[in-house]
């Protein structure tokens, strides 16, 4: 398996602003992706982080509104931008880890409220 | 995005019975995961699953990858109140390492 930390774990923002949350994993890892969670809902991808190089959204998800960083295998960050109270949800980072061909692990999330 | 879908939605059980939940999908999976999520924490994977009709355990949690591809079920037995959660199933298709969340089931449990 993988252990990964997100900072913060949770925070509460004013419109218009800007927050970066970070992820670290405790080994190198190919596969590190974003995921949001909105209140009372399943998880949705937001993009494969991408060593080296941009990341890969997915569809109803840009780079101006979600920038991602991965400058190597163990850390990356998402960034929210322009943030509205629609943006209020719980952001995960995630691996692929583990010693099946596919597990797929979760950092313990962040948490933003948006005002 | 798409999602799968889990059923039951919710649930109410009470302490010591089985419970049984499913994940059904007009896709074909090579991959099922299932999780738990608690409040204020990342869903936590429980059982992995690899191929068409495996069944495995992992304590009390047994999952079964369907025959057909398509569906998974959890089966939980003797719960006990820590059981208490948000249970989601994740299916992979062939290609991809972008795995599709089903919708989640509730889990209550009363004393």
């Known amino acids: 398996s993988a252990v990964i930390s997100q900072k913060p774990s949770r925070d509460i923002c004013q419109r218009g602003t800007s927050l970066t949350i970070q992820c670290q994993v405790d080994?190198?890892?190919?596969?590190m992706f974003w995921y949001r969670q909105q209140p009372g809902q399943s998880l949705t991808l937001i993009a494969t982080?991408?060593?080296?190089?941009?990341?890969?959204?997915e569809s109803g998800f840009v780079i101006d509104k979600f920038p991602i960083s991965r400058p190597n295998l163990t850390f990356s960050t998402l960034t929210v931008s322009n943030m509205s109270p629609e943006d209020s949800s719980i952001y995960l980072c995630?691996?692929?880890?583990?010693?099946?061909?596919?597990?797929?692990?979760f950092g313990e999330g962040s948490r933003l409220t948006v005002l | 995005g798409q999602q799968l879908n889990q059923s039951p939605q919710s649930m109410f059980i009470q302490e010591g019975e089985d419970v049984s939940m499913n994940c059904t999908s007009s896709?074909?999976?090579?991959?099922w995961l299932w999780y738990k999520q608690d409040p204020g924490e990342g869903p936590v994977l429980l059982i992995a699953?690899?191929?068409?009709?495996e069944l495995t355990s992992n304590g009390r949690l047994t999952a079964q990858f369907g025959i057909t591809r398509k569906d998974s079920f959890l089966n939980i037995s003797a719960s006990i109140p820590s059981d208490v959660g948000i249970y989601f199933c994740?299916?992979?298709?062939?290609?991809?390492?972008?795995?599709?969340f089903g919708t989640g089931t509730r889990l209550k449990v009363l004393a």
């Open positions: 699953l690899y191929k068409a009709g």
């Open positions: 994740a299916g992979l298709t062939s290609g991809t390492y972008k795995y599709i």
């Open positions: 896709s074909i999976f090579n991959t």
């Open positions: 995630s691996v692929i880890a583990g010693a099946g061909a596919g597990e797929l692990f």
């Open positions: 982080a991408n060593q080296g190089s941009e990341a890969t959204y």
């Open positions: 080994s190198q890892v190919t596969m």
